[in-house]
């Protein structure tokens, strides 16, 4: 239950984290010339990276649990 509850959590922190660092990354590279429309590609793809692994991670123990019993 606590997995499904930590997977389902990972939702809403996505988009936050998405948001918060795309914020930060437009500040930060403001002065670069790259278009807002790219940066925001770029942070959504290495949070879209992160957060798979984020899940996949539980879901392979449980998978592996599963198995091993």
Same mark, same amino acid.
Do not use: Q
């Given at each position: 239950?606590?997995? +499904?509850? /930590? ?7 996505? +988009? ?5 660092? +795309? ?9 670069? /010339? ?7 590609? =770029? ?21 592996? /649990?599963?198995?091993? =019993?």
């Amino acid at each position: 239950m606590i997995l +499904f509850a /930590g997977l389902f959590l990972l939702i809403p922190f996505y +988009f936050v984290s998405w948001w918060s660092e +795309f914020l930060v990354s437009k500040k930060m590279l403001a002065d670069t /010339g790259i278009s807002k429309n790219n940066i925001k590609i =770029k942070v959504r793809n290495a949070n879209l990276i992160t957060y798979s692994l984020l899940a996949f991670w539980p879901i392979g123990w449980y998978v592996v /649990g599963y198995v091993l =019993k």
